[in-house]
């Protein structure tokens, strides 16, 4: 089977960074992706890791490293609107599917 | 990116009767179709995986003639809520898949109310 686990909730300042990590076990793994969800909204894509290493998108950058089975998201710069929920996700080959991990639930405070 | 548009985004229907979720992507041919299922504040559970023109795999105690899909095209998925109970009350999200090292796209989610 598949498992992921990420924190359950973090808090941070506007302005500051921070880092959600997931860590997973599946057989085949072949990428982990990135999700955003606000409350009532449809989860978006943030970023994709298949190989190992640190993926730059604006504010936002995603790790993997695929020895360890664990990635993380780092969000800088945060800003309020940046409060939601974040899932990361695997796909393993034979699986054929997108697993999510549990979520973690992002607070920006002032 | 892709457009995922599923609806009816809200449903009230009576303990008993059977409702049903479209989901469509727009402009791109998705060969998997996912359901979820998501209660506030929690994650999404993946319900079952559907390919196109096949049999709909389901996960681990979902019942799959409770929750009937229907995958006919590369895109149109539906999602039926059979003889529903209160219990089923939730909100409900598909999502197109183009395969691994792909993004999946989303639609907007069914808040199902069952009375």
């Known amino acids: 089977g598949q498992s992921l686990e990420q924190p359950s909730e973090v808090t941070a300042v506007e302005g500051a960074i921070v880092q959600i990590n997931c860590t997973y076990q599946?057989?085949?793994?072949?990428?982990l992706s990135w999700y955003q969800q606000h409350d009532g909204g449809a989860p978006t894509f943030l970023s994709y890791n298949a190989l190992d290493g640190l993926e730059e998108t604006g504010r936002f950058s995603s790790f993997l490293s695929r020895s360890d089975s664990y990635g993380y998201l780092l969000l800088q710069e945060l800003q309020m609107k940046d409060s939601a929920s974040y899932f990361c996700a695997v796909s393993a080959r034979g699986a054929n599917n997108l697993f999510f991990g549990t979520g973690t639930r992002l607070t920006v405070i002032p | 990116g892709a457009v995922v548009s599923q609806h009816p985004s809200r449903v009230i229907c009576k303990s008993g009767t059977s409702v049903k979720i479209e989901c469509r992507s727009l402009d791109f041919q998705a060969t998997t179709m996912f359901w979820y299922r998501q209660f506030p504040k929690q994650s999404l559970m993946l319900m079952a995986t559907?390919?196109?023109?096949?049999?709909?795999?389901?996960e681990q105690g979902v019942e799959k003639d409770k929750f009937l899909i229907n995958h006919a095209s590369l895109t149109l998925s539906t999602l039926t809520v059979t003889s529903a109970h209160p219990e089923d009350s939730s909100f409900y999200i598909c999502?197109?898949?183009?395969?691994?090292?792909?993004?999946?796209?989303f639609g907007q989610g069914t808040r199902l109310t069952v009375v």
């Open positions: 559907s390919n196109e023109g096949s049999k709909a795999t389901y």
């Open positions: 999502s197109a898949w183009g395969g691994l090292n792909t993004e999946a796209f």
């Open positions: 599946t057989s085949g793994f072949y990428g």
